[in-house]
């Protein structure tokens, strides 16, 4: 069972900038992930790290502006969120991703086994 721990969310002003962390117990299989989620909708990605040739992937709406990466030695993936807007407004999550993640893909939330609590993020205009 890998735990995950997010931090650094909170509110800020638009074309600000927060930087989200994921701490994870341990660092195990093919990647992580950031998800998020409003009110009344599903979890919609957002950016991905696979471990093997260290790929990053980006959804079309942060591309450019976020940023994922990983401290190793701190067994902790990061979500370096730059230029936000008001529309980015939602509760952040971070993944790990199984072994199923080869049939999903990274983009898809049905191939990652381990989710943290979320760590809410609020943009103001």
């Known amino acids: 069972q890998v735990q995950l721990v997010e931090s650094g969310g909170g509110p800020v002003q638009t074309g600000g900038s927060l930087r989200l962390s994921c701490v994870a117990s341990?660092?195990?299989?093919?990647?992580m992930g950031w998800f998020r989620q409003t009110p009344g909708t599903d979890r919609e990605f957002v950016a991905a790290?696979?471990?093997?040739?260290?790929?990053?992937y980006y959804s079309d709406s942060v591309t450019g502006r976020f940023t994922i990466s990983e401290d190793n030695a701190k067994n902790t993936v990061y979500l370096q969120m730059d230029n936000l807007k008001p529309e980015d407004t939602a509760v952040y999550y971070c993944?790990?991703?199984?072994?199923?993640?080869?049939?999903?893909?990274?983009?898809?939330?049905?191939?990652?086994?381990?989710w943290g609590q979320g760590t809410q993020v609020t943009v103001s205009s």
């Open positions: 993944a790990a991703a199984g072994p199923s993640i080869k049939q999903t893909g990274f983009r898809d939330q049905a191939g990652y086994n381990y």
């Open positions: 341990e660092r195990r299989g093919y990647g």
């Open positions: 790290l696979r471990y093997s040739g260290s790929i990053t």
